[in-house]
């Protein structure tokens, strides 16, 4: 998990919030993801970014926003058009995304969300 | 399109057992595979990968994987399992054209004293 942070740990939701997840590495990672995981699902992409200020859809993206402003620093929002928001959330960074080099992600520690 | 599949939902070893976790692929182009570990409420750690080269490669704790180009696999290998080795286990691969990573459903280790 080091070089990449995420808090909190745990978050709690009403219905109808919208809450935000933060992700900050200081591994100067150009590329950064997050990663929801759903037990017995695997881990499905959300968004990234590849460079600040510029971002994709992953496969589940609806209901997710994010910005990238700075490099070191990748928020998540979980709006409340997420209907079903309660998993275990990854943010992860690599060093190069899109075509070749084969670097690895480096994951942080994760927040569970909890829909009340 | 990209997939990986992990046939076995969990993986039972006696301690002192070889362990071996299975990963088969499909890409169009070259593959890039990765093995990654997670324990409970943690993220995932980087245990090995291949991009190129020889086609046993070796990671972190002692895990090692083969690469198979003709049954398109990347099993994930432990001579002799310990009972820390018990964890989630994941594969992801990714085109080499496309950044994308795509895991697998993950793999659950039990390894018992």
């Known amino acids: 998990d080091g070089g990449i942070t995420q808090s909190p740990k745990y978050l709690f939701r009403k219905e109808g919030q919208n809450v935000t997840l933060s992700c900050e590495q200081n591994?100067?990672?150009?590329?950064m993801y997050w990663y929801r995981q759903d037990p017995g699902q695997g881990l499905r992409l959300i968004y990234y970014?590849?460079?600040?200020?510029?971002?994709q859809k992953g496969d589940i993206a609806e209901g997710y926003s994010v910005s990238r402003e700075k490099k070191e620093s990748f928020p998540l929002t979980v709006t409340s058009a997420q209907k079903n928001p309660t998993a275990f959330y990854l943010c992860?960074?690599?060093?190069?995304?899109?075509?070749?080099?084969?670097?690895?992600?480096?994951f942080g520690p994760g927040t569970r969300l909890t829909v009340l | 399109a990209q997939s990986v599949a992990q046939p076995e939902d969990q993986v039972n070893v006696a301690e002192g057992n070889p362990l071996t976790v299975k990963c088969t692929y499909s890409?169009?182009?070259?593959?890039?595979l990765f093995w990654y570990v997670q324990y409970p409420n943690r993220g995932l750690q980087f245990l090995l990968k291949?991009?190129?080269?020889?086609?046993l490669v070796k990671g972190s704790y002692g895990f090692e994987a083969e690469f198979n180009k003709s049954q398109t696999s990347f099993h994930l290998k432990k001579p002799s399992a310990l009972v820390s080795d018990s964890a989630l286990y994941f594969c992801?691969?990714?085109?080499?054209?496309?950044?994308?990573?795509?895991f697998g459903a993950g793999t659950q280790v039990v390894v018992t004293p």
């Open positions: 992860a960074s690599s060093m190069v995304s899109g075509r070749a080099l084969g670097h690895e992600q480096f």
């Open positions: 591994l100067n990672h150009d590329a």
């Open positions: 970014s590849q460079i600040v200020n510029d971002f």
């Open positions: 890409v169009s182009g070259n593959p890039y």
């Open positions: 291949y991009i190129t080269g020889d086609n």
């Open positions: 992801a691969v990714r085109d080499e054209g496309w950044g994308k990573l795509q």
